[in-house]
């Protein structure tokens, strides 16, 4: 194990510096801004609003439809290309899955809640600062939720099992690394979002989704507050 | 055309009032901020009012144009982003995109801003690429002005990645900033009825007859035009619309650093 410290100095279940806001795309039904380390996320809740084409309605509850997207210069490297690619229509995809078992749209059949992620800069988990945000910004916009949603990467850096890999730590040369973005909803102790990059033992899987867990609930009561300062009466 | 909508707004401006209770040529509260993606080599943050807009600028290295084999090359783009208004949909920018894109385009390319010549890296086969995408995370009205100062900004903001032989290396920033001649501003007047306007609210642009940009240098020569909207201009419409374009590009200029 030679990953002892690591390259930024934060302690093995140590989260990057967070930020949360709701209510800041006054357009929106609901919005969020949600900030992990380098990595920033906004969005956007419209509706529920009448699904076209029709064939796609489901007459017994409204379907939730997530859109992540990286902003053109929100890569350290090359400029992205505008538009859905593989990857961003199936971590859209994977979203809307981390985020359906909360949303209750029994309520509005037929039509459809559209969640739009927008990333200006990203450095490394943007798939889970975008389901922060989108969590927050459901409930913002009163979407009738049974829990909020947090979601973390956890993984192994040469050996050692550590919570939320930045991007020096997902690229690390000298030694085998393993990342597992997850969403996690307390109320029920379930993960909504399980996705897996790289070798780990059952042993060391179960640590980090420990370990998930209880940086999970750290985003929840950040994402709580925000809602908080927004929607409590002052004083 | 909203008739009604346009009676309503044409009743206030008769009374020398809009919507949101400013004068005519007034514009909303200005913010600006710059280095607000770390990800890009230089970007920008403007709100007038609730109107929020974002600017990245990347770097590429490519072949210059035959016809300019010592000059690097600047693009601009705009995505109208579904996040930022139920009017946007998803999907490849439709025509508002692209005339956005355009008219910012021409605003900053026909003032000269950039001294290309400067962004040959080897005659005849490469060059720098300047490019800037804009992407509006709140459209409450007035992307053009919006958008030709976020971008302005974001050029002004952003520094050359270090080269290694034919390959960017994005990790090291030298401390080169893009070389700059002039720093054009944008200025958008609405006519409705027999009023014009800047900076309107999106009940203003649904209802206009015409709309005329105005980009200006530094010395307030006009570099760059785009009429829009459904109504033709007379002369002196034209006039007006250019003194009261020149007059605020002075205000607006400020916010340029």
Redesign the interface.
């Known amino acids: 194990m030679a990953y002892k410290k690591r390259l930024d100095g934060r302690k093995f279940d140590e989260l990057r510096p967070m930020e949360a806001k709701v209510g800041v795309i006054k357009n929106a039904a609901g919005s969020a801004y949600f900030k992990i380390g380098k990595t920033t996320a906004y969005a956007a809740v419209y509706g529920p609003k009448d699904l076209y084409p029709r064939f796609l309605k489901n007459p017994k509850k409204g379907i939730l439809r997530c859109n992540y997207n990286m902003m053109p210069f929100s890569g350290s490297g090359d400029r992205v290309r505008p538009g859905p690619s593989r990857r961003s229509r199936e971590i859209s995809l994977v979203t809307t899955n981390a985020l359906l078992p909360v949303v209750d749209l029994d309520g509005v059949p037929n039509s459809v809640v559209d969640v739009f992620i927008e990333l200006p800069q990203t450095d490394a988990g943007s798939r889970c600062a975008g389901i922060c945000a989108a969590s927050m910004a459901l409930a913002d916009a009163g979407i009738i939720m049974k829990d909020l949603v947090g979601a973390i990467s956890v993984g192994i850096v040469d050996g050692q099992v550590l919570i939320d890999l930045d991007y020096p730590e997902e690229a690390y040369a000298e030694g085998d690394v393993a990342d597992v973005p997850i969403a996690y909803i307390p109320s029920t102790d379930e993960f909504s979002l399980l996705q897996m990059d790289g070798k780990i033992s059952q042993k060391d899987l179960i640590k980090g989704l420990e370990l998930a867990k209880k940086g999970a609930n750290q985003i929840i009561e950040i994402q709580r507050k925000a809602l908080r300062q927004k929607f409590e009466v002052q004083k | 055309m909203n008739n009604e909508k346009q009676d309503h707004v044409l009743f206030y401006l008769k009374n020398g009032l809009r919507y949101d209770g400013r004068k005519k040529e007034e514009y909303r509260e200005i913010e600006v901020e710059t280095g607000?993606?770390?990800?890009?080599?230089g970007?920008a943050r403007v709100k007038f009012g609730?109107t929020?807009v974002?600017a990245?600028?990347?770097f590429?290295i490519g072949k210059p144009y035959p016809d300019k084999q010592e000059e690097g090359t600047m693009m601009i783009?705009a995505?109208l982003?579904?996040?930022?208004?139920?009017k946007f949909e998803?999907g490849?920018?439709g025509i508002q995109a692209i005339e956005l894109a355009r008219v910012v385009d021409r605003g900053i390319r026909e003032s000269g801003a950039i001294d290309y010549k400067k962004l040959c890296i080897k005659p005849g086969e490469l060059v720098w690429t300047i490019?800037v995408?804009i992407?509006p995370?709140?459209?409450?009205g007035n992307l053009f002005d919006t958008a030709a100062l976020a971008a302005m900004l974001a050029i002004k903001n952003a520094k050359f990645p270090k080269l290694n032989g034919d390959k960017?290396d994005?990790?090291t920033h030298t401390k080169e900033k893009i070389p700059l001649i002039e720093e054009p501003v944008s200025i958008t007047v609405l006519k409705i009825g027999e009023h014009f306007i800047v900076d309107p609210v999106p009940d203003e642009e649904e209802v206009l007859d015409a709309r005329l940009t105005v980009a200006l240098t530094n010395d307030s020569v006009i570099c760059a035009m785009q009429k829009g909207g459904e109504h033709p201009l007379s002369m002196d419409d034209i006039k007006t619309m250019i003194e009261i374009a020149t007059k605020k590009s002075k205000e607006l200029r400020k916010h340029l650093g």
């Open positions: 607000i993606s770390k990800s890009a080599e970007s609730d929020q974002l990245g600028v990347k590429e783009m995505e982003l579904p996040l930022s208004s139920s998803s490849p920018p490019i995408d992407l995370i709140n459209d409450a960017i994005y990790k």
